[in-house]
């Protein structure tokens, strides 16, 4: 059985041109070829080797160069190697350009993400997005004879939309693209419909983002109870989870977990996921998680804030909440920031803390106050059941005795409709 179990796992090489001419976003380092990595371990492969190759500029034909592209290609059958993974972007030609030196299957990053999305998708709309996008990238690349794309199942890159003879009928893909595009525009109207129901009940939004694997899922389950599934893997959650959250004796938010990101997500993919991602432009409130512990914590950040932007989400309060804080030995740089939470998603460390600043920064502080309501104005008594937390209420002769925690809305709700009724005792 565990000879079966590795016959399953593809092995390939990685490789990465680090081109003089790239700007930063696009570099080729050991950082980005560690991910490119870890995404295909994630998507059941393993790595072989990696070549990083450096020049001053891309080769058009092959994008590396033919001398490299041999020198890998020797390389590749010596040791049993049945998939070559660029770091980069390749053109449809020169994927099959490389396919033709290397011998082997040729993707690139985008290409893996996407496959791993689409394993990765569990709902009809997940789904839709993930197919959306990976026709929107296929598309372009019919023109010729794609090899990849003919094949049937048989590794990494092939699920999908690719399992099928998408070649022989373009006009077909494009009516596809259409069907799903209007059937994420419902799934939108949708979201909106339920966006508006709950400006109406006045409940604040707080997103969750970050950047992939930071723990979004984990400390959403932690804060709200919920049992959604969380793996130490890249992009564990791709379907928007939203979920009741207590922050106080008197307030509740609605907490939504969203899609993580990463370097050089294809920007097809991003559009597609826009009705998950349109969740943050209607947000109250960001809570950017940040794995403390890993290294590159920093560059995660930047991507994250670049998408941030990008979406047009950036005018937007927002909270850094660095988690794994357990993990760290010096939390000197993650505490005392007014807009920011050291926490730790599995011990509940600090969570007295974040729930703290997101009522702070939402203005949904508490306190606790006495009130002498009218018999005249005794629908403030159903107000403050409904929307406070009664501790007492007394019938006396001439008023309702009340004493509640309120927040500061129904606090000064109160007091407005009380005027110079009201006996505050705080």
Known sequence: MEDQKKELIERAVLIGLDADIYPESEAVTESTMDELSELLMTAGGEEAGRVIQHRQSPEPKTLIGTGKAQEIAEFISANNISLAVFDNELSPAQTKNLEDILGVRVIDRSTLILDIFASRAQTREGRLQVELAQYKYILPRLVGSFSALSRLGGGIGTRGPGETKLETDRRHIRRRIAKIEDELETV????????????????????????????KSTLL?????????AANRLFDTLDTTTRKFPVNDTAEILLSDTVGFIRK?????TKAFRATLEELLYADLLLHVVDA???EMAAHGLVVEQVIRDLGAD????????????LVSDRSIFENGADSACISAVTGEGFGELKAKICHMLSLSSRKADFEIPYSKSALLDILHREAKVISVEYLDA??????????????????ELGGDMNDKL
């Open 399 to 416: 008023h309702i005795a009340v004493t509640a925690t309120v927040d500061d809305r129904i606090y000064g709700l109160i007091l407005h």
């Open 265 to 269: 997500l294809p920007h097809h993919l």
């Open 315 to 326: 005018n937007i309060p927002r909270l850094t909440v660095f988690n794994k804080c357990d």
């Open 293 to 295: 512990s890993n290294p």
């Open 188 to 215: 939108m109207r949708t979201r909106n419909e339920q966006r508006r129901a709950r400006t109406k009940r006045e409940i604040p939004t707080v997103a969750l983002i970050g950047y992939t694997n930071a723990g």
């Open 221 to 229: 389950n932690a804060l709200t109870g919920s049992d959604i599934h």
